[in-house]
């Protein structure tokens, strides 16, 4: 059985004291409304991982970073290694995120990169794809995605391919409040799967989770996650409020 996760992607929001009572209050949350099967993990910003990890690790959840450096150490003025984040006890990164992809240049080559240190470093990479909208528009969705999962992903062996949760956020619905709808969004996992069936068959394929992310919230998630091949969730915007992120949390049938 795959695993049902729900990762919430904080972004570059919350002042100290903001995030610590924002981690406070998703551990309330779950401790009322509890999280059944679904692993919860919360990806907040790099400065905040010491104080968000240790209060997840009292509260039976996890956190992860949004993003690691391309390279392995060295004279990278600003930049925050695989290492580093594991050593601090980070079990998972977003990579490839749509923003990353728009705002900082980061291609195919730079993602696989990451996705291999992180692999390396025993951080389970988050990975993101997803088509813009005029992409969808001309009908090259699929093509973009089967692009971007080739590049990123198939170099691995089926043992480190396993280790990796995939999110598909089609762009046009991040941060937009449209989403796509279920049958898009079922559609788009199918067709995910079906490559990785592809290439490592079907014993690997069907271990391994596949995200939805875009404008999912407390109200549309029950519905998106029922589809077959929808197994949770990345949120944005609602998992800067608790009680909407455990709601999503809970929305499985
Ligand atoms: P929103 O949920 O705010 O649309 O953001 C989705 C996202 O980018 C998660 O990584």
């Known amino acids: 059985m795959r695993k049902r996760i729900v990762a919430g992607n904080w972004k570059m929001n919350k002042d100290f004291q903001d995030a610590e009572d924002l981690m406070f209050e998703i551990a309330d949350e779950l401790a009322d409304k509890g999280s059944g099967e679904t692993e919860v993990i919360v990806c907040t910003p790099y400065v905040y991982l010491e104080m ?19 390279w392995e150490s060295g ?18 990164c977003i990579l490839g995120h749509s923003e990353r992809r728009s705002y900082f240049g980061e291609n195919d080559k730079i993602i696989s990169a990451k996705v291999d240190l992180a692999l390396k470093n025993n951080i389970i990479p988050i990975y993101c794809c997803g088509e813009v909208l005029a992409e969808r528009q001309a009908e090259k969705h699929f093509d973009i995605v089967r692009t971007q999962i080739t590049e990123a992903l198939f170099h691995l062996g089926k043992e480190a391919v396993s280790e990796v949760i995939i999110a598909y956020e089609p762009v046009w619905a991040i941060g937009t409040g449209v989403t796509a709808t279920s049958a898009q969004a079922q559609e788009m996992h199918a067709f ?44 944005g915007g609602a998992s800067l409020i608790a009680a909407d992120f455990v709601t999503i949390v809970n929305s499985f049938r």
């Open 192 to 235: 995910i799967r079906s490559l990785l069936t592809e290439k490592y068959g079907s014993d690997v394929s069907e271990e391994i989770s596949i995200l939805y992310g875009g404008s999912c919230n407390a109200k549309n998630a029950a519905e998106l996650f029922a589809n077959p091949d929808v197994d949770g969730g990345l949120i």
């Open 52 to 70: 968000s990890s240790d209060i997840a690790a009292e509260n039976g959840f996890m956190v992860g970073a949004q993003n690691l450096s391309q």
């Open 75 to 92: 004279a990278y003025t600003g930049e925050i290694s695989a290492s580093m984040i594991h050593s601090m006890g980070i079990s998972h």
